[in-house]
Structure formats: structure tokens, C-alpha cells
């Protein structure tokens, strides 16, 4: 039986929250922009966009975690991003992984790690996950440097060609771990 309704996570500035239809505009731009999908090797379409927004959505409301929309409480702005997810079945390893994407617009603010905190304190503490995995890309140095922020520590040992990213030197993706 499903979660009739997301779990909410607020900060002193953001709420985290199930997806909206209205979320569709900035989350397709965010995902047209090559800057910030620069580490995802491809750029996504509106249908594209509007097909993950849905299926964050569903996964959303059966577990009541996951990829939750960021949205900026002061303006009741969307941002972009953050949450768990399980590790995909081609990873090297398992696990949950937090991640977190936002607008370009929403660079700069320490946003990513104040959604990033909330959702590991939700992983460990609620959902009482043992470990918490960020798989990033190596070269993109914002988001590791997001991971260090919250106490994630690298685990070299763990790094992988990833297999959801075209084949070069961009397809190198490291690990990092927070453990509860």
C-alpha cells in the first residue's frame, strides 16, 4: 500500500516537497541548460523533463522519500532538486544515494548543501539507513566539494567508469559515503 503523502523537509530556507505541475517550466529549463547537465552527458527535452518529474512524483508517494523538488520557501520558488534514491541495478555497488541538481540561478547560495542535510539527517535518522552514498561525477568539483560539506567522505576504492555516461574522461565517477 502507498504513502498517501510525501514526507515534507523544511529548513531554515527551503522546503523540500512532492512535485508540483507547476515545477515543469524551471525543471525543463534546468535540464535544457548545458551548464548544469554538463556531468550528465546528454540534455533532456520538455517530455523528457516531464517524465521524470512524474516518476519522482510516484516514487514519492509509495515509499514517501526520494527525489524531492527544492523550492525556495521566502519566494515559493522552485529550484531544482535533492533526495535518496536506491542505487541503480548497473552500479558496482548498492545502497541509497543522496543527490542534489539546481537551477543555475540557484548557484552559489549554499542551497545544495542545506537540501543535502536535510535529506541525509532524514536518511539516517528516520529512515534509519545504515549509509548514505553520492555518486558524482569526478570532474564536477561543486557537488564533491557538497559532499565534503556534509561530512561525506570519499571512498576512492569505490570509484567506477560510470555506466549511465557516454565513454571519455567524463565518465569517471567517485564515491562518496556518510555512515550512520
Not at 516514487?59 to 519566494?75: I, P, T, Y
Not at 543555475?104 to 536535510?118: C, F, I, Q
Not at 561530512?151 to 555512515?179: E, T
Amino acid at each position: 500500500m502507498g504513502v498517501e503523502k510525501a514526507v515534507e523537509l523544511t529548513t531554515p530556507r527551503l522546503l523540500l516537497r512532492q512535485w508540483r505541475d507547476e515545477d515543469l517550466d524551471r525543471w525543463a529549463e534546468l535540464n535544457a541548460d548545458p551548464e548544469v547537465r554538463r556531468h550528465f552527458g546528454t540534455l533532456l527535452d520538455r517530455q523528457q523533463s516531464a517524465a521524470a518529474l512524474e516518476g519522482f512524483r510516484a516514487e514519492l508517494a509509495e515509499r514517501g522519500w526520494g527525489w524531492w523538488a527544492v523550492e525556495l520557501r521566502s519566494e515559493r520558488r522552485f529550484l531544482g532538486f535533492a533526495g535518496l534514491d536506491p542505487v541503480d541495478e548497473e552500479m558496482p555497488f548498492d545502497g541509497v544515494e543522496a543527490g542534489w541538481r539546481l537551477h543555475r540561478d540557484a548557484w552559489g547560495n549554499g542551497y545544495a548543501t542545506e537540501a543535502g542535510r536535510a535529506v541525509l539527517d532524514h536518511g539516517l535518522r528516520e529512515l534509519g539507513l545504515p549509509e548514505i552514498l553520492a555518486v558524482i561525477a569526478e570532474a564536477n568539483a561543486p557537488s564533491r566539494a557538497v559532499a565534503r560539506r556534509l561530512g561525506m567522505v570519499h571512498d576512492p576504492a569505490a570509484d567506477f567508469l560510470d555506466p549511465q555516461l557516454p565513454p571519455g574522461p567524463g565518465q569517471r565517477a567517485v564515491v562518496y559515503r556518510l555512515r550512520g
